[in-house]
């Protein structure tokens, strides 16, 4: 895969905001017909990384190419130019909108001329269901909100958009997260169709089972920093999610939690003692004053 | 519809939706029935009073057409995610306006009545800019914009003609063309069908054609559905709500201008609440008061369902008193009734 140029390639990315470093050389690339999966715990920059790639942020440093030129983007608009299209988790749809209307939301299939250009509704809805069907989704009518459709189903109506309007690059921000175990198999199985579409896709999710299932390299964040790029042979899934959580912290927590028990312990049987003692000294009270079985 | 589909995710999903339950998602499916029911309910009742002949029915119409021509600019707004309160004080603005412009500054009414739609058309813009700018609810930017207009209305046209009503203005220059346009009537076997009718009819096709086939159309939609989702696919969100703002204000001037021709005077306090009622025939008509889905057609059923009512009351010979309870009675059945129908529609399609 070397000798090819990446469609997308970060060298040496960092991004401060004021003094908090939220990235910090950061280097990475996609290549066509590829699945990069980009994994992180929460916090670990790959929003911030995602949001450079989509043209929302400038990097503070590094570089940025696309098919091996320097880029400079100033808005999303700016990459999608370039054929870089994100698809982000939530607010990819509009419900209450047809699927067909969501489609083309923004870029309008219009006929006739002056004041009779119009929405052509009946291109609209051929070519949402034309496409959706090469993603291996039949649509029963692409007339239907796109409420109407399972959380997986809406993310491929994402997908199946930005890969009609031209993107070579397809970024995927969790497309998994908020989705079921069947659900997120739906999804997965239109990353790789994407994928033998040509397209060089960039998946990000903190699921590893996910990103092994389809990924073919990994890229692994942590603190703003990345461990580097590995491909699937080179890593086990294991392996990765040690990577990914920090194995060092989750010893360094089961001992905190431990500790957590000991001291629970302890404290439990010095309350147990003070307990007896109230106990013994209301008994004592009893003795003295005599109890209520005794007057009745 | 197309059989491939991949084995395992499609699978039940492949049940054809019928025609009938099609026709159950369209949102003015609810108006559809309540205005039958409410022609259906005065027919029997005030049938033999005249409800049923051409001029019962020219009466109803006219009324409706009215409201409806304000109920279908609120829903377009509504579908685009906000609200005008302002709109009942714009009739009055853009009347007194003409009024003072004809009566005191002698300009030909037809001008005057141009200029009151420059008026309205600013009077939208600086809501629709308000509340992009501000960020608040247009719910409180309309709020204050009504109290703002009237007060302005009653102010101003008091100190020029010391009034609060102006009348006789079918004696001032100009007076004929809007009496052309905005007066005349249609006489159908012996009644007469007032040419607001048209107006409404014309505004609710043009309306429903923008909103269903249009690029504009879908983008009121998509500013209503998730303005934020929208932004993101390049649709220009605030200009087409400050558009709607404008639309709505300008179908204000419109009935202003339509009863001032009629009715040959301004009166500083017409049109109040009216926007409670045209916000009502909207939600009858199946508009979602959160945005994003409604429709045109709707508004304009919601518009003739209180019309019938209102004139249908008075056919019957029941205390016109008692129309305010109805109103109030049905807003609230008809929201009922249209979150149920919705509801069995969603059922029906997955």
Request: glycine fraction near 10%.
């Amino acid at each position: 895969m070397t000798d090819r140029v990446p469609l997308l390639e970060v060298r040496n990315i960092s991004k401060y905001f004021g003094n908090v470093i939220a990235l910090k050389d950061v280097s990475m690339s996609v290549y066509a017909s590829e699945v990069m999966c980009l994994l992180g715990d929460n916090g670990a920059g790959k929003s911030t990384l995602i949001k450079i790639l989509s043209g929302v942020h400038k990097p503070s440093e590094g570089e940025y190419l696309v098919e091996g030129k320097p880029v400079d983007f100033n808005s999303p608009r700016d990459a999608l130019d370039h054929g870089i299209a994100t698809v982000y988790q939530d607010l990819a749809m509009i419900p209450l909108m047809s699927i067909a209307r969501n489609f083309f939301l923004g870029s309008e299939p219009t006929k006739g001329w002056g004041p009779f250009r119009r929405f052509d509704i009946d291109f609209a809805n051929r070519t949402a269901r034309a496409e959706m069907a090469k993603m291996g989704i039949d649509i029963r009518d692409p007339s239907q909100p796109v409420g109407t459709l399972s959380g997986g189903e809406r993310q491929s109506v994402a997908i199946a958009r930005a890969v009609y309007f031209g993107a070579k690059v397809l970024i995927l921000d969790e497309p998994t997260a908020a989705l079921g175990v069947k659900q997120a198999g739906v999804v997965l199985r239109y990353i790789a169709q994407a994928r033998a579409r040509g397209l060089g896709v960039i998946f990000i999710t903190h699921n590893p089972h996910h990103a092994y299932a389809v990924g073919d390299r990994f890229t692994i964040l942590k603190r703003g920093r990345t461990f580097g790029t590995f491909t699937k042979e080179e890593l086990s899934r294991e392996e990765m999610v040690r990577m990914m959580s920090g194995a060092d912290e989750l010893d360094a927590l089961s001992h905190e939690l431990s500790e957590f028990a000991r001291r629970d312990a302890a404290e439990t049987a010095r309350i147990d003692k003070q307990l007896a003692k109230s106990l013994e000294e209301a008994e004592e009270i009893f003795e003295h004053d005599g109890s209520p079985e005794q007057k009745g | 519809m197309t059989s491939r589909t991949l084995p395992k995710t499609s699978d039940e999903r492949l049940v054809e939706a019928g025609l009938l339950k099609r026709l159950l998602t369209r949102p003015e499916l609810g108006a559809l029935g309540g205005a039958i029911l409410v022609w259906i309910i005065f027919a029997i009742i005030a049938g033999n009073r005249g409800f049923l002949t051409l001029q019962g029915t020219a009466s109803y119409l006219e009324v409706s057409s009215y409201l409806g021509i304000l109920a279908v600019a609120i829903a377009l707004l509504m579908i685009g995610g906000e609200f005008d309160l302002s709109i009942g004080s714009m009739i009055g603005a853009a009347g007194a306006t003409i009024a003072v412009l004809g009566s005191v500054f002698g300009v030909p009414l037809w001008l005057a009545s141009l200029i009151a739609l420059g008026v309205a058309l600013l009077v939208g813009f600086v809501n629709g800019v308000m509340v992009i700018r501000t960020k608040l609810p247009s719910f409180i930017i309309t709020l204050g914009s009504l109290f703002i207009l009237r007060g302005l209305t009653i102010a101003l046209t008091r100190i020029f003609t010391g009034r609060t009503q102006v009348g006789s203005l079918d004696q001032l220059e100009g007076y004929e063309v809007l009496r052309l346009l905005f007066g005349g009537s249609i006489p159908i076997g012996g009644a007469n069908f007032p040419v607001s009718i048209v107006w409404w009819l014309a505004i609710a096709a043009v309306a429903t054609w923008v909103l269903m086939r249009t690029r504009f159309g879908n983008w009121i939609f998509s500013a209503g559905g998730n303005a934020e989702a929208a932004r993101n696919v390049g649709v220009p969100v605030s200009r087409v709500k400050v558009t709607l703002f404008m639309a709505t204000a300008a179908a204000a001037w419109l009935v202003a201008t339509i009863q001032l021709t009629v009715v040959k005077s301004a009166d500083t306090l017409r049109g109040t609440q009216q926007e409670f009622i045209a916000i009502i025939a909207a939600v009858i008509g199946g508009n979602l008061l959160t945005g994003g889905y409604g429709s045109a057609v709707g508004a304009a059923l919601g518009a003739l369902i209180f019309g019938m009512v209102r004139q249908g009351i008075v056919y019957a010979g029941i205390d016109a008193d008692w129309f305010q309870v109805f109103l109030g009675a049905m807003l609230i059945v008809a929201v009922l009734v249209n979150n149920f129908i919705r509801d069995q529609a969603e059922k029906a399609r997955r």
